[in-house]
C-alpha cells in the first residue's frame, strides 16, 4: 500500500514538473542562462545580466525583428517597451531581480503568442550574445 502511494506522489511530480511550461534557456556562452515559462499570455524569460545591459539588448532585438518601437521606459529597477508589428501589439516588461539578474516578459498581441513571444525573447539572446 505505501509504495502504491509512493508511485503515486512520483508520478504527479513528474507531471507537475513537465507541464509546467518552464524549460531552459540557454544563449550560447554568454552566461545568459536563464529559464523561462509562458504564463497567461506571457512569455517569462530570467537574464543572468543586469537590467541596463537588458533593456539595451531588448531594444537592440526589437530593431533586429523591424519592430515599431511606439513607447519605451525605464526607471532603476524596471523598465517597459511597446511595439507594433504591424498588425499586433507587443508589450515587453523587464524587472530587476538583483543587480545580476533581469526578469523580461514578452506578450504578443491581446491574448498572447507563444511562437511569437519565443522569437522576441531568442533574438534578445543573440543580442545579448553579440
Do not use: F
Not at 38 to 66: I, P
Amino acid at each position: 500500500m505505501r509504495i502504491h502511494l509512493v508511485s503515486r506522489i512520483w508520478l504527479l511530480v513528474i507531471s507537475l514538473i513537465t507541464l509546467s511550461g518552464c524549460a531552459v534557456l540557454v544563449a550560447g556562452g554568454t552566461g545568459v542562462i536563464g529559464t523561462y515559462a509562458y504564463v497567461a499570455g506571457w512569455m517569462e524569460g530570467n537574464y543572468n545580466v543586469d537590467l541596463d545591459r537588458a533593456y539595451s539588448a531588448t531594444l537592440t532585438a526589437c530593431r533586429h525583428l523591424k519592430l515599431k518601437i511606439e513607447k519605451k521606459t525605464k526607471n532603476l529597477s524596471s523598465g517597459s517597451i511597446t511595439a507594433n508589428d504591424g498588425n499586433r501589439t507587443l508589450w515587453i516588461k523587464l524587472k530587476a531581480q538583483n543587480s545580476t539578474a533581469t526578469k523580461i516578459s514578452v506578450r504578443v498581441g491581446l491574448i498572447g503568442n507563444k511562437p511569437a513571444s519565443q522569437r522576441v525573447h531568442a533574438a534578445i539572446a543573440r543580442a545579448l550574445k553579440g
